[in-house]
């Protein structure tokens, strides 16, 4: 059975571990850093909101799963 739960646990752990290799390397240092992206900063108040940067992850999340969904048979 190609879709089973065991072998979706396993992708998903290795995507965050490959995400959490790339964020500590300094790859994804432009996530939250894009145009359009809402960051204020005072003195001890800080509020980050990644829209434009959530909005890019959403587009290419779904192309992901679109193209999984296509070719996954």
Same mark, same amino acid.
């Given at each position: 059975?190609?879709? $089973?739960? =065991?072998?979706?646990?396993?992708? =998903?752990? !290795?995507?965050?571990?490959? !995400? =959490? !290799? #790339?964020? /500590?390397?300094? #790859? &994804?240092?432009?996530?939250?850093? &894009?145009?359009?992206?809402?960051?204020?900063?005072?003195? /001890?108040?800080?509020? @980050?909101?990644? !829209?434009? $940067?959530?909005?890019?992850? $959403?587009?290419?999340? $779904?192309?992901?799963? @679109?193209?999984?969904?296509?070719?996954?048979?």
């Amino acid at each position: 059975m190609p879709g $089973s739960f =065991g072998t979706w646990l396993v992708v =998903g752990g !290795i995507v965050l571990v490959v !995400i =959490g !290799i #790339l964020a /500590n390397s300094g #790859l &994804l240092s432009w996530f939250g850093r &894009l145009p359009g992206d809402i960051r204020i900063e005072h003195d /001890n108040v800080r509020f @980050y909101f990644p !829209i434009v $940067s959530m909005i890019v992850v $959403s587009v290419v999340f $779904s192309l992901v799963l @679109y193209l999984v969904g296509r070719f996954w048979k």
